[in-house]
């Protein structure tokens, strides 16, 4: 029996995971938790970006950030920034960054302290009702670390991926 080839494996899982954390976050409530909700979809992607080609990564990028932005404050602003740091990401991996977890923790650490720390000026420029420290504090920092354990976890299910059908998993088409 054929195996699955690679493209449509990623496609397989990391596509429908993408689409859960776009449902989870557009749909339905987001937990809350430290007193803040956590924004899935990003990291999500985040994750997509070690699989996914720079292409592909930012077209899902700026697809799932327009349906964000349907139903937030920031309009326009998560599409773009999506697109934007995805596609670098996804073009960095691919010259001169490795694929791994460390690398992976690095970049999802930063990129999700920019995106919580952009958001949170653009809400400071469009509402303005915060002291700047405090929000940083009681409401970027808890955000970034739980989207930063989102894009850990999908790593996870990623890499558990990975693993398992090592044969198929190959990025060379």
């Known amino acids: 029996m054929k195996l699955i080839e690679a493209v449509s494996l990623k496609r397989l899982v990391v596509y429908p ?8 976050e ?26 996914l080609d720079e292409k ?3 077209v899902a990028g700026l697809i799932l950030g327009i349906a964000i932005d349907f139903q937030s404050l920031h309009v326009g602003l998560n599409a773009v920034f999506f697109a934007i740091t995805l ?9 001169f960054l490795n694929r791994n977890i460390a690398t ?3 970049v999802s650490a930063i ?8 958001c949170f000026i653009f809400y400071l420029a469009v509402k303005g009702k915060i002291p700047f420290f405090e929000g ?35 990025r060379s088409k």
Not at 87 to 95: D, E, H, Q
Not at 111 to 118: F, G, N
Not at 151 to 164: T, V
């Open 17 to 24: 995971v993408l689409l859960i954390a776009l449902l989870v």
């Open 26 to 51: 557009t749909g339905f409530s987001t937990p809350a938790l430290f007193g803040v909700t956590v924004s899935i979809v990003y990291p999500s992607l985040l994750a997509a970006s070690f699989v």
């Open 56 to 58: 592909e990564i930012a």
């Open 87 to 95: 596609y670098f990401i996804a073009v960095s991996l691919k010259t």
């Open 104 to 106: 992976f923790s690095v």
């Open 111 to 118: 990129a999700v302290t920019l995106y919580e720390t952009v």
């Open 136 to 170: 940083l504090l009681k409401i970027t920092a808890p955000k970034a670390l739980l989207a930063f354990g989102v894009a850990m976890l999908c790593y996870g299910i990623f890499a558990f991926f990975r693993y398992r059908f090592s044969k198929q998993w190959d």
